[in-house]
């Protein structure tokens, strides 16, 4: 996968990205001063949901779940309870085990796994190429996979939320297929792992710290970069607004100015009223910072989703929706103001089908979700937005208030550092050539996380497939007879790459048998 508080890219999914701003209730007379203490767009918004196209109903992945009981603390020894762990699973082009039939793992993300399965298609559609079992595990403390019996109580405090961290997720990665693969006398069948967002980072990761588990690992739109100041804290607001840029310079100038007269019109008497009218909220708008970061979002996950056929990975968009945004800006009649305009290319993104009558900024009233708390702790990923290059308010990260911000909500003090101590990321290229080996880093230019991802070759084995028209991990999701042919031939060298993997794994293997 959830930058910013308002979204965190979460990364992705049927959750809604909630807003969450580190500074006092804001006045409509506040200006637009609290973005120093945002957090990251999350890498799904809190507006996604599940959406059945006509194309997924056509698809119809059959699996079966199931569940496999966790430790909750896979790194202490005390007596606590273990929670279930949910689990998709497909056998029904599997090899099996005297053949050494290939495990194709998903590094469930930040959400619902049945969404990540469904809108991962590469992983179902190769799998019968290989003989491979498939293998969607969830996330702990996402989906139905809960520590303490619920929701609520898995949420209930920072103590009861302390165990949800990336190196525990990892560890039940393994701990699963380790325990699978014994009961099914499997142990010789190799691991090929997937992963897009922050589900990338985890299987990148998983094949770094777990290298006898997993023989390789296929790390889509994984920005394990955008940690510290390894990448400039500018570089995803750069590219979400050269996004916009380049579809219209008009847009992106109107987007630009847009900040201004949205907190002008604020500061007047009823302008909070106005501006309810104008975005056809639902309930009367408290405060512009609430509006600003409800349009920022949107303009993120459109950078995010800027796919070339329609989509409804993160709400239900036509192809390309940045020009389709833009060409609703742009072309209201003379006259139009920009806020209205605003609203109308706004309305692209969440409300394409036309079906909703007024909009409602934040879709989860108590403001608790996983990401918030991962960004919070170990998560950490600094943004700002440039003066000259971004469309989005100027602002430079403070560290301070985000962590003021953090103890505020959880009452946690945030390790910025942690990630890449744990995982690496500083002089990423010496740590993968000496220690790293089978990772496909596959990154669209226009998604804005591709600037915190590794978007060169680092050896013959750790390889980075770069295209300038692609979004957000759009290798995996399903192949459609929209498909440009630079996408087509980007899955074709990542099977040829895990084929390569497989049948080295196997050739060393039955070498190591004859002997």
């Not at 202490?76 to 194709?104: C, M, V």
């Not at 019996?149 to 525990?168: F, H, I, M, P, V």
């Not at 701990?175 to 693969?181: F, H, M, N």
């Not at 500083?426 to 590794?454: C, Y």
Request: aromatic share 14%.
């Amino acid at each position: 996968m959830a930058a910013r508080s308002l979204h965190f890219p979460i990364i992705i999914i049927i959750i809604a990205s909630t807003t969450i701003i580190f500074t006092p209730p804001a006045l409509a007379s506040q200006p637009l001063n609290h973005l120093s203490s945002k957090r990251a767009p999350r890498f799904l918004s809190k507006h996604s949901y599940p959406i059945k196209t006509q194309l997924q109903e056509q698809q119809q992945y059959r699996y079966e779940s199931k569940y496999f009981y966790q430790q909750l603390d896979h790194f202490s020894f005390l007596n606590l309870p273990k929670f279930p762990q949910r689990y998709l699973i497909n056998t029904d082009h599997w090899a099996g085990p005297e053949r050494r039939g290939p495990i194709f793992l998903y590094c469930g993300n930040e959400g619902d796994i049945e969404w990540f399965a469904v809108n991962t298609g590469f992983v179902w559609e190769i799998a019968p190429l290989f003989g491979a079992m498939v293998l969607f595990p969830e996330h702990r403390y996402y989906g139905e996979s809960m520590p303490y019996g619920s929701r609520e109580e898995a949420y209930k405090n920072a103590s009861t939320l302390s165990y949800l961290t990336a190196e525990q997720a990892l560890a039940d990665f393994a701990v699963l297929i380790t325990d699978l693969k014994r009961n099914l006398s499997a142990q010789a069948c190799p691991v090929v792992l997937f992963g897009g967002s922050y589900g990338g980072m985890l299987a990148a990761w998983m094949r770094l710290k777990y290298p006898h588990v997993a023989i390789g690992a296929l790390a889509s739109s994984a920005p394990i970069l955008q940690f510290e100041d390894i990448v400039p804290p500018e570089t995803f607001y750069n590219i979400v607004s050269n996004d916009f840029k380049r579809e219209s310079t008009s847009c992106f100038n109107t987007i630009k100015e847009s900040w201004d007269a949205l907190l002008s019109e604020g500061l007047k008497k009823n302008g909070l009223v106005q501006l309810t009218k104008t975005f056809h909220l639902c309930r009367e708008l408290k405060s512009t910072e609430d509006l600003a970061n409800w349009l920022d979002s949107a303009y993120s996950y459109l950078a995010m989703v800027d796919y070339p056929y329609p989509s409804s990975f993160m709400m239900p968009l036509p192809g390309y929706p940045i020009g389709e945004v833009c060409k609703r800006i742009d072309g209201c009649p003379d006259g139009t103001s920009i806020l209205e305009r605003i609203f109308e290319g706004i309305s692209i993104y969440y409300n394409y089908t036309g079906e909703l009558h007024c909009f409602e900024l934040d879709d989860d009233p108590h403001g608790l979700d996983g990401w918030n708390w991962q960004a919070c702790t170990e998560m950490v990923m600094p943004m700002s937005s440039s003066h000259n290059a971004s469309m989005f308010p100027t602002y430079d990260f403070n560290y301070s208030s985000y962590q003021e911000g953090c103890w505020e909500e959880f009452g946690v003090i945030p390790r910025p550092r942690w990630i890449t101590t744990e995982f690496g990321g500083q002089d990423i290229k010496t740590a993968l050539e000496t220690f790293g080996s089978n990772i496909i880093f596959s990154n669209g230019l226009l998604d804005p996380w591709s600037g915190g991802s590794v978007l060169q070759n680092i050896s013959e084995t750790v390889v980075a497939l770069v295209t300038e028209e692609g979004a957000h991990h759009i290798d995996l999701r399903p192949s459609t007879p929209e498909d440009p042919d630079w996408l087509v031939e980007q899955r074709e060298t990542e099977v040829k790459l895990i084929k390569g993997w497989i049948d080295g794994y196997l050739k060393e293997k039955k070498t190591a048998f004859s002997m």
